[in-house]
């Protein structure tokens, strides 16, 4: 009903959002589908239930999809986060799921924890299967980079999480949103992908106020929930953008590779990140096993 109402281009979905969704009785017959679907492969109940929470996300996908005129994000279970074969082999599954809905690759994002293996999976998913990813769960400078060397199709910063960690972890409570934590890394990950010409969508996502969404006015996509977007429908003032490809190509960040070595070093100087991120893995996992639970 928020898809009908805001009119967005793209959608997103997560284990959390799908596991929200699913209690809901007006969407009984998707969880009920679903069910039948993984009862009709059979297999183990182990196997029963996978393959229903697989077709789940996929008819949430495939509704969303009637809806919007791009594409929507769909989420590998978290708990393969450090299995790159495993996030490869789920989203070709997704994949093959989405086609047999009548649905083609290009209107779907598959979307995968920023780790180390994630991103390799990204890397081999775009280049040998021509499947899109949506890198999540991003939180450090060196996802970034790892992301932009795999030539993944969209990554999706996180603002709102790393702003809650700052809040959480130091002495200042509140921040103006040109110094939060959080637009500070997506505008510096921005320039960087700009000046140094990688094709990579940057996707800013989890925002906690409308003060962190005006101040990313011109990102490439932002991603926006439904309560916001309520909130910036009221205003009516005029934006003027804050990222431009033009002082991106003008700032000072030098470019640096990084193979595995220098990628986990980077990564784990970053205490934020490092903890933002295996706490968002453990809350996806989380939810993905009580959605089975509720399958089962």
Known sequence: SAIDEYKPLDATTNP???????????????????????????GSEEEQIKNASDKLFVLFGAEILKRIPGRVSTEVDARLSFDKEGMIQRARRLIDLYKEAGIGKDRILIKLSSTWEGIQAGKVLEAEHGIHCNMTLLFSFAQAVACAEAGVTLISPFVGRIL?????????KTYEPSEDPGVKSVTKIYNYYKKFGYKTIVMGASFRNTGEIKALTGCDYLTISPKLLAELSKEHVKLTPTLSVKEAQACEL???????????WHHNEDQMAVEKLSDGIRKFAADAVKLERMLK
């Open 16 to 42: 959390s959002l799908i596991l929200a969704a699913a209690q809901m009785p007006v969407y009984q017959k998707l969880v009920d589908d679903a069910v039948a679907y993984g009862k009709k492969l059979g």
């Open 254 to 264: 030098e470019k640096i590779h990084l193979d595995e070595k220098a990628f986990r």
């Open 164 to 172: 809650d960690w700052y809040v959480a972890n130091g002495d200042k």
